[in-house]
């Protein structure tokens, strides 16, 4: 090998303190290195054009740049080295400033250790190969999973990319929970206002393929090119036959069945459409409750049908798409919150949640928009919010802030006031937290306009009190008493978590997932829609609590990198990745078993069984090399060689 | 390269690309002032790093070695630092028993924003490695051997095992033999107070089966090379295994790391009353005496040696291992002959390792120069390894990946050591045969005994017992229970 | 008429420390352990050392398992700082050896390896130069041991081939009788009393030793035998089933003399080196080409490799079996496979044929 040192003052920044020119003439003293030299600017033109000339000059097979810290200009000198026809990889870095100049002032130290890390640059490139990127075709397709605003989001603004994508959604309609609440804060417009023309837009774009009643059983392969098997649920409706008139809904015998959409706050017959504006507008059947499919009399559904689509033989449909990139949008769901056995566990009717509470507001809701308690169905006068049940709560393991419950509790003392005049609320609180745009004002004013009384302290206990009311005792934490409300309706704020499957999907996905089942995204800060799987992105409360505008928003940014990864007709892999070598390799199966990528799998080579790296899918983290015992997985540009080379560098006895 | 005279020590650090090099540059970028010791490898993953880099610096000359990686549940590549966290830790607690301070080695999280953090770990450790000095070398330790004494408790009687119904698995062997490509026993070797492993393919061949203390060899150290994944596909074919409790273990070991495959192999089991430690057998006979004939009795052997007769009891002379054994019969075989005795007490501290607990760090590294010193690298312990399954590429030989030279000396001898033995982490079944392979006595079982303990410390798991159990290195808990984070 | 000289168990250190002043003198010394062994060392004043059976032959005397051939220096040419001077030193290091203790067998080893280190085509500068600086004192054998054969393949509990000086043990003490022209001078430079007259009592006792063996099978066939069962993969396989495929038999041999070149260190800032390490036929890496292919990838191949060398090739090539009959690859084996039991079984079978 010919390599070339190069030395950077960084003006002052490294000659400061490092005696570049000896630096640069010690490393003269390495082997294999025929050229060193000392600049004042690396990384600016003249300076790299100086690495270029040399390259040309001395013929050098490989380049070590001794400046500032590789995760600054690594990618700059890579491309200097690469015009000058070197492989970007026969490239070094010797952070001497971060690492040396900038951290002390002894200048023989500083300059000894400086020359160090050139040695071990040298040291590692004198192991280094040229790796060679690979380029693959992708299928410029999308699989968006949940059905939500977030995903609907998505799935528009991918759509109208020009993208096609297949929306999954595991109810038989989509608008997730959006669809189901009342109004929306700080503005408290109708939800099904603004939701309901995005959910046709998903329904009319000659783009989206909507998968309504269906899950994805698995995914297998690697960005650009996933194969994903969706399971359409039975739904004893031939959907391409049901118009959606609602005739079997009028007729159907059994009509006890606790309505889902409904949050279980009214009742619906056992073939239904979920609620009036659902997309797709089409009936489905409850198995556990239909007549015929349980006792095997009844058909009365299918004798009302005027296009004939019911078929009570239906049975799970598997389908499989390609598609090149998927964007999870799986939501959340409530967190059990019968734990709380001071609450009643359950047990008194009129302690609901919010989330019901929202279908007793709405209009199409089991009430008609009629305030009513659960048991008695009588107005109630007083009502008391609970904060924070389930959320930033250690005492059950849930530590975690739900986010939006304080505004939405305020929206609902709000709305409350609205249809009841004379009503009062009452909202037990640990602390507001309203940080979102016009949010503090809006809590301001069911406050101070709409006269909630907002109590700062936990509710210790909730018991009726034998005359059909119920009384919250907490404390005041702000006067410092114990309180007691004698009220009509309690409203829990119930906390949230990952929607009910979403780790079975993260495995799937083969992507993280925290404590709360939410999906982990690639950097906290810099790469929030991202996952550390490669063309697997993330939008709304599935990576983490937020309200609407925040997942529309992330349902948008997300379908922007899904643009950006479309952009191109061939993807690239980085070659920094791992590879076996067949003849080392003794099947064992170790790399497999810990590659968090699944990026290993065995294969047969020449009769014989042989790890194998999927080079889309490795990440090129090298959990795998340190694993093999024989070293015959390899990552590239970590192999133990190189790294053992600067190991023995340092430390030669 | 030489160490600033005086002014520095050697500290070497592995940082990962994504948090901590970037916390150290975060550092740098603050001006934040660290010593001036510290060479930072950058690695793409803590999970990344192999512990025998560590143990390699460590070895040549390293007075200090630093592995920082993100923040469990922040790394890049979601599981990296996981892994790391075991294997390190691991690491940790195995130095001591080499005669290496683990105070030497430490391993901790900095995200790519502590910067100060940064600097304080760089500041502590150095500061750590300065109270500590110049690490020991192998060149300057006085040698030192020492024996371990075999004075132990069975946990169950031993004896000669003269009344097995050996001849019960005989007819059930004959019954299967057909059906089996072959089925590993054991025979008599060239005298009487010798066995061999035995290789049964006819009715003849299970008539030269022999059940008895002197069956010492493990049998499934012969699995991997007849039914093991490297085996060619169309080569596999179905065998079976007369074991001993112990040899058991290392089948199981076998089938949880899905190295063989239950459907390939038929376990046959008696119960074992103990093996003969042979090597103290020698001693007592001397090693080359001539074997005339051997007597057993209940409670053991009489050999007669050149005319000489020798009464081995075999409460008095059996394998360290038999002393703490737990399972003298297969739980898990095909077919079981004969009952499992009463277990009673609580496993002691095996001897070579008790002897080592009772020695300083000086004393165990001159322990292991002057142990190591007669090491031929002739690799028997790592070929009658049963778990050993590389062991045609293993790194001890290779250039690609050349951790280890040819040089003649302590250090490059007992470095395979550590390999062998940070390879079998989570995996050995302490049945000996490395020890009790090797030519010249070196107590190379000892550096196993430790790992075990600490495995079993740390993951409450002991290899080789359940055949769906996943081995402790090749997984993770986010939580670890017993893993307590160190603060620097 | 041999020089004989008397030495009382006493008297040992000191002609111990007379061969001291001028050699490097390997003494055979107890390693204590579980499993005790007993490893050549070399004699410092004071120290403890055995005459028991070595479990290691003194074959590193000759044969170190690592030596460097080369040392190599990279400098920069001060002309052309662009090139390199290349400075190389393949001077063989010998120090003048005594090696005190070793058994017949191991002195028969020497004149094994001595016949391709000296007498083929090349010559091994490196073996030459530690070869003639050796003197070798071996103590002959009173009695047979179970596992040692040397009276099979051509030697005997005290045959001098490769000694230098043979030592017999009376009851009284050691008689040391030269037998070349070395150990002659050794001798009578040697502060030991003259011997003469415990002639008689030495050749008595050596017979007896002999009469302790056991019985000797005809061997004389051997080598054609052994070659015919070459193509016998069944035979092989037969034989080594048990085998583990690691090197003590190799490593324990007084003949074996397979060996592998390294070369590490890049020989810039710290000189590189040429090393010459010990290798071994029973591993499947000593025959694995760089392509992966294996010609001996099987360890029944590898076997027979080995067994037909000792007892085939090597005797057609040089005229004597390569196997010293030591039985160290038997007691030292895992799995005690037994090299006598594989040639008698190649004889069998020839027979049958």
Known sequence: MRIGVFVCHCGSNIAGTVDCKAAAESALALPDVVYATDLMYTCAEPGQAAIEQAIHDYNLTGVVVASCSPRMHEPTFRRTVERAGLNRYMFEMANIREHVSWIGKDMVANTNKACELIGMAVAKLRNNRPLYAQRFDITKSVLVIGGGVAGIQAALDCADGGIPVILVEKEPTIGGKMAKLDKTFPTVDCSACILGPKMVDVAQHPNITLYACSEVDDITGYVGNFDVKIRRKATYVDWSKCTGCGTCTEKCPSKKVPDRFNENMGLTTAINIPFPQAIPKRASINPQYCRKLTTGKCGICAKVCPTKAIDYTMKDEIITVKVGSVIAATGYDLMDWTVYQEYGGGKYPDVITSLQYERLLNASGPTGGHIVRPSDGKEPKKVVFIQCVGSRDKSIGRPLCSGFCCMYTAKQAVLTKDHIPDSQSYVFYMDIRAVGKLYDEFTRRAIEEYGTEYIRGRVSKIYPDGNGQYVVCGVDTLLGQRIEVTCDLVVLAVGIEASHGASHLAEKLRISYDQYGFFLEGHPKLRPVETNTAGVFLAGVCQGTKDIPSSVAQGSAAAAKVLALFSRDKLENDPQIAHVNPARCVACGKCIRCCPFGAIKEETFRGQLKAKVIDTVCQGCGICTSTCPQGAIQLSHATDNEILAEVNLLCQY | ?488 | ?353
């Open chain 2, 1 to 488: 390269m030489p160490v600033l005279e005086g002014k520095e020590l050697r500290i070497v650090a592995f940082l990962c690309n994504w948090c901590s090099y970037g916390g150290a540059d975060t550092a740098g970028v603050a001006r934040a002032t660290q010593p001036t010791d510290l060479r930072i490898i950058r690695v793409p993953c803590s999970g990344r790093i192999d512990p025998l880099f560590v143990l390699r610096a460590l070895l040549n000359g390293a007075d200090g070695v630093l592995i920082s990686g993100c923040h469990p549940n922040d790394c890049h590549y979601s599981a990296g630092n996981f892994y790391a966290r075991r294997r390190l830790e691991v690491l940790k607690q195995f130095l001591p028993i080499l005669g290496i301070d683990d105070r030497r080695f430490e391993y901790t999280w900095v995200s790519a924003s502590e910067g100060q953090r940064w600097q304080q770990v760089v500041t502590s450790f150095t500061q750590r490695i300065h109270e500590l000095g110049p690490a020991p070398r192998l060149e300057d330790a006085e040698p030192l051997l020492e024996m371990a004494d075999m004075a132990l408790k069975p946990l169950r009687p031993l004896g000669t095992g003269q009344k097995a119904p050996l001849d019960e698995l005989k007819a059930c062997i004959k019954s299967k033999i057909k059906d089996l490509d072959v089925v590993i026993g054991w025979q008599q070797g060239y005298d009487a107070a010798h066995t061999v492993p035995l290789f049964m393919r006819t009715e003849e061949d299970v008539d030269r089966l022999v059940w008895g203390p002197f069956n010492v060899n493990n049998p499934a150290t012969y699995v991997n090379e007849m039914i093991g994944k490297a085996v060619p596909l169309d080569k596999v074919k179905k065998i079976g295994v007369v074991v001993k409790g112990c040899d058991s273990r290392s089948i199981v070991e076998m089938l949880q790391e899905k190295l063989i495959d239950k459907d390939n192999i038929v376990l046959f089991a008696l119960p074992c009353e103990g093996t003969f430690d042979m090597a103290r057998i020698d001693r007592e006979l001397g090693r080359y005496s001539k074997i005339d004939k051997v007597e057993y009795d209940e409670a053991g052997v009489t050999i007669t040696a050149d005319g000489t007769p020798h009464r081995f009891c075999i409460t008095d002379y059996a394998q360290g291992k038999c002393y703490n054994c737990s399972m003298p019969l297969a739980k898990d075989a095909d077919d079981i002959f004969g009952t499992a005795p009463e277990i009673t007490g609580t496993p002691s501290t095996p001897p070579e390792l008790a002897m080592l607990d009772a020695m300083t760090l000086e004393q165990r590294f001159s322990f292991w120069k002057g142990e190591m010193d007669r090491c031929l690298r002739c690799y028997a312990c790592r070929n009658a390894c049963p778990l050993c399954v590389c062991k045609d590429y293993c790194i001890a030989e290779t250039r690609e990946p050349h951790f280890i030279s040819q040089e003649w000396n302590v250090r490059e001898k007992i470095y395979f050591q550590y390999i062998h033995a940070m390879h079998l982490a989570g995996r050995c079944t302490l049945c000996g045969e490395c020890q009790r392979a090797c030519p010249v006595g070196i107590p190379i079982l000892a550096l196993r005994q430790q790992l075990v303990r600490i495995i079993g410390q740390l993951f409450d798991y002991k290899s080789g017992m359940d055949s769906t159990a996943t081995p402790p290195l090749l997984c993770y808990k986010v939580e670890e229970t017993n893993i307590k984070q160190r603060e620097l």
């Open chain 3, 1 to 353: 008429m041999s020089t004989y000289r008397f030495a009382k168990s006493s008297d040992l250190p000191a002609l111990l420390a007379f061969f001291a002043k001028e050699n490097r003198v390997l003494v055979p010394v107890v390693k204590q352990a579980v499993k005790p062994s007993v490893v050549f060392a070399p004699w410092k004043e004071g120290m403890d050392f055995t005459l028991d059976k070595p479990t290691v032959p003194a074959k590193e005397a000759v044969l170190p398992p690592s030596e460097t051939l080369v040392t190599y220096e990279k400098t920069r040419n001060p002309e052309e700082p662009d090139k390199f001077l290349l400075h190389l030193d393949d001077t063989p290091e010998a120090t003048p050896t005594v090696v005190f203790g070793c058994r017949a067998c191991d002195a028969r080893g020497y004149a094994t390896l001595d016949r391709p280190f000296l007498n083929g085509l090349y010559k091994d500068p490196y073996y030459a130069a530690r070869r003639n600086s050796l003197t070798v004192v071996t103590l002959t054998c009173n009695s047979g041991c179970n596992t040692c054969f040397c009276h099979w393949v051509g030697g005997g509990p005290s045959s001098p081939e490769g000694s230098d000086i043979l030592m017999t043990e009376l009851g009284d003490g050691y008689v040391l009788q030269a037998v070349s022209e070395k150990g002659k001078a050794v001798l009578e430079a040697s502060p030991l009393a003259d011997g003469q007259d415990r002639e008689k009592e030495v050749m008595e006792t050596r017979k007896a030793a002999w009469a302790t063996l056991s019985k000797k099978p005809d061997l004389s066939f051997a080598p054609d035998r052994v070659l015919a069962r070459f193509t016998d993969t069944d035979f092989w396989k037969k034989e080594t089933e048990r085998c583990l495929s690691c090197g003590a038999c190799t490593y324990f041999c007084p003949s074996c003399y397979c060996f592998n070149i390294t070369d590490e260190g890049s020989g810039m800032g710290k000189p590189g080196r040429r090393i010459r390490s010990w290798d071994n036929c029973m591993s499947s890496l000593f025959t694995r080409e760089a392509s992966g292919h294996n010609p001996r990838a099987a360890k029944a191949e590898r076997m027979r490799q080995r067994v037909t060398h000792k007892f085939a090739t090597y005797p057609e090539n040089w005229g004597a079996f390569s196997c010293m009959g030591c039985g160290r690859c038997i007691s030292n084996c895992p799995a005690r496979i037994d090299i006598r039991q594989i040639v008698l079984d190649a004889i069998a079978l020839g027979e049958k044929e």
